[in-house]
Nanobody, 123 residues
Framework: QVQLVESGGGLVQAGGSLRLSCAASGRTFSSYRMGWFRQAPGKEREFVAAIKWSGGSTYYADSVKDRFTISRDNAKNTVYLQMNSLKPEDTADYYC????????????????WGQGTQVTVSS
């Protein structure tokens, strides 16, 4: 059974930082790309960042570039999303995903999903 478990969400003031974690278990993820998506109330799920499990290539949405950093610890099977300079518009449920589809920014390219962790940024 494949499992992705996110943690690290919470309430933070604008300008603050949070680090999200995604612990993967159940199989070897070396061939998968790991991604973070987010969904705000009433909005569609959107791509945030992704990283190849092997090789370390990273991808970011323009809205988070230079503020968020995705990284991975292969020994711990864990992916992180360091979020700095948070803004109220970053408020959303954040989801970790694993997949191998061609389109990095498309949710359909990811097969496995976590349950999500809530991030709230107050102004």
């Amino acid at each position: 059974q494949v499992q992705l478990v996110e943690s690290g969400g919470g309430l933070v003031q604008a300008g603050g930082s949070l680090r999200l974690s995604c612990a993967a278990s159940g199989r070897t993820f070396s061939s998968y790309r790991m991604g973070w998506f987010r969904q705000a109330p009433g909005k569609e799920r959107e791509f945030v960042a992704a990283i190849k499990w092997s090789g370390g290539s990273t991808y970011y949405a323009d809205s988070v570039k230079d503020r968020f950093t995705i990284s991975r610890d292969n020994a711990k099977n864990t992916v992180y999303l360091q979020m700095n300079s948070l803004k109220p518009e970053d408020t959303a449920d954040y989801y970790c995903a694993a997949g191998s589809g061609i389109m990095v920014v498309t949710a359909a390219s990811y097969k496995y999903w976590g349950q999500g962790t809530q991030v709230t940024v107050s102004s």
